[in-house]
C-alpha cells in the first residue's frame, strides 16, 4: 500500500464517510481525550508557574542563617540565651567551610520586614532597609534599569549610597524626574541614590522586595550604630555540592565560635532554599505524571471505541474483504488497509481535540494577562511543544493499536467465506 495512492485514499474516506454518525460520535471519544489532556497539561503549568513564582528571584541553591535563642546549657551558660553573629563569623566561613560559593552577610534597619521611615523632600514613605554586601546580586537577582549597585569601593570607603527599588522611586520621585545622584534621609540619615533595581521575582514577593532600599554593609552598620552585628547571612553552594552540605557546615562552625551546644538545632534558625525547591519539583513531577495518567487513560476509553467500531466496520466489509483476498490482495494490504483508516480516524479526531486544548489554554493565559489578573497561585498556564509532540505520537501509536484486532479479524476472514456471505 502506497501512502501517495490517492484510491487507497479514497476507500478510507467512503469507508469513515459511510456511517456519519458513528464516525463522528467515535471520533469524540479520541477528541476528548486528547482535549482533556492538553487543558490538565496546561493548567498544571499554569499551577506550577504560580508556585515557583517565589523561587524565580533568587539562586535555588542559596541557604538563610540567622540567630534565634539557645535551647540547651552548654559550658556554664544556661538556655534561653540570645546571641549574634559578627563581622569575624564572615572570615571564618570563607576560610574553613570551601564548600559555600557566596558568602552575603545582610542587616536589616528593625528586623526582618521591619519598616523604616525615608523622607525625600514633602514625600516620605515607610520601606525596608538592608546593608548587604556587594555579592548578594549572585542570591537575589533583580535588573538595574538606572545607575549602578552596591560596589566594593563604596565599602571600603563607607560612602553612604542606596540603591531603591522600583516601588521606592515610584512614592518617592515623579515618574520624570532623575533619582540618580539625589538624596534621601533613612531615619534621619542622609543617603546618596546611585541606582535604582527592580526585582526578577513576581507577585507578592516581587512587591516586597521592589520596596527595599540596599545600602553598603559597612555604612549601614556604622550609620545605624550596629557595631559589628550581622543579622543573617545568604550563602549558596558551589555548583558540584548539594546546599544541605553547606548548610550543615556552616552551623556547626557557628555553633562552635559562639559556644552553643553541637546538639542545639534550633539555636541557629535556617531556610534551604534548594530542599524546598526540590520538594517543589518533586511535586509537580507526580502532578504532571498523574496528569499523562488521567488524560492517557480517557484517551484509551476513546481508542477503545475506534477500536470496537472497526470491528465492526471489518464485519460489515466482509464480502468486500473477501472479494480482494479472493484477486490477489495480500494480507498485510489488507492490515495495513484497516491500520490506516484507524490511524487517519484517532489522527484526524485527535489533531482537533490538541488544537482546541492549546487553543482553550492559551485563550485563558491571554485572558488573565488582558485583565490584570494578580492570579499568584496561577500565572501563564501553556503547553510545551514537547508535550504536544508526545501527545501527537501517543495518537499515532494509539490508531495503530486500534487498528491491530480488526485487522487480524479481517485477514482471518477465508476468502470462501467471505464470497458466501450476504
Known amino acids: 500500500m502506497s501512502f501517495l495512492d490517492l484510491d487507497h485514499w479514497s476507500e478510507i474516506y467512503a469507508a469513515l464517510a459511510k456511517n456519519k454518525l458513528r464516525t463522528a460520535l467515535t471520533a469524540f471519544g479520541v477528541f476528548w481525550g486528547i ?73 536589616q534597619l528593625r528586623g526582618f520586614r521591619g519598616g523604616n521611615s525615608v523622607v525625600r523632600g514633602i514625600k516620605s514613605g515607610g520601606f525596608q532597609v538592608m546593608g548587604v554586601f556587594p555579592e548578594v546580586r549572585r542570591i537575589d537577582y533583580m535588573k538595574i534599569p538606572e545607575g549602578r549597585f552596591v560596589n566594593q569601593i563604596d565599602m571600603d570607603e563607607g560612602r553612604k549610597v542606596a540603591v531603591i527599588g522600583g516601588r521606592v522611586r515610584e512614592v518617592l520621585f515623579e515618574e520624570d524626574e532623575e533619582a540618580i545622584g539625589e538624596t534621601i534621609r533613612i531615619n534621619g ?18 512587591m516586597q522586595e521592589a520596596e527595599k532600599i540596599y545600602t553598603p554593609f559597612s555604612s549601614f552598620q556604622r ?19 548539594p546546599a544541605s552540605e553547606v548548610e550543615d557546615e556552616v552551623a556547626a562552625l557557628l555553633r562552635r565560635r559562639h559556644r552553643i551546644h553541637p546538639d542545639d538545632e534550633r539555636a541557629i534558625g535556617s531556610w534551604n532554599q534548594e530542599v524546598e525547591f526540590n ?60 491500520i490506516m483508516e484507524s490511524i487517519v480516524l484517532t489522527g484526524l479526531a485527535g489533531y482537533v ?29 501553556s503547553v510545551s511543544l514537547g508535550n504536544a509532540g508526545a501527545a501527537l505520537v501517543t495518537l499515532i501509536v494509539c490508531g495503530a493499536l486500534a487498528g491491530l ?13 467471505a464470497l458466501h456471505s450476504v
Do not use: C
Open 405 to 417: 484486532i480488526p485487522a487480524r479479524r479481517a485477514i482471518a476472514i477465508s476468502p470462501v467465506e
Open 353 to 381: 481535540g490538541l488544537l482546541a486544548g492549546i487553543g482553550l489554554v492559551e485563550g485563558v493565559s491571554v485572558a488573565l494577562a488582558s485583565a490584570g489578573a494578580n492570579t499568584q497561585m496561577f500565572q501563564n498556564p
Open 189 to 206: 540619615v542622609t543617603f546618596k541614590v546611585v541606582g535604582v533595581f527592580e526585582p526578577l521575582a513576581t507577585g507578592e514577593f516581587g
Open 35 to 107: 482535549f482533556m489532556l492538553m487543558v490538565l497539561l496546561g493548567s498544571g503549568r499554569g499551577l506550577e508557574n504560580g508556585i515557583t513564582t517565589d523561587f524565580a528571584g533568587s539562586a535555588p541553591n542559596a541557604v538563610y542563617m540567622w540567630t534565634q535563642r539557645t535551647t540547651k546549657a552548654y559550658r556554664g551558660l544556661p538556655p534561653g540565651r540570645s546571641f549574634d553573629f559578627t563581622n569575624a563569623d564572615v572570615a571564618a566561613i570563607r576560610q574553613h567551610v570551601p564548600q559555600a560559593d557566596t558568602v552575603a552577610p545582610m542587616n
Open 279 to 338: 520538594k517543589i519539583q518533586g511535586l509537580f513531577g507526580g502532578i504532571s505524571t498523574l496528569v499523562w495518567l488521567v488524560g492517557i487513560g480517557t484517551l484509551t476509553a476513546g481508542v477503545i471505541g475506534v477500536s470496537n467500531i472497526m470491528l465492526i466496520v471489518v464485519r460489515e466489509r466482509t464480502k468486500e474483504i473477501g472479494l480482494r483476498r479472493a484477486i490477489g490482495a495480500t494480507p498485510m494490504s489488507i492490515t495495513l488497509q484497516i
Open 223 to 241: 550609620a545605624f550604630n550596629y557595631g559589628d552585628e550581622v543579622g543573617w547571612f545568604a550563602i549558596t553552594a558551589r555548583s558540584d555540592v
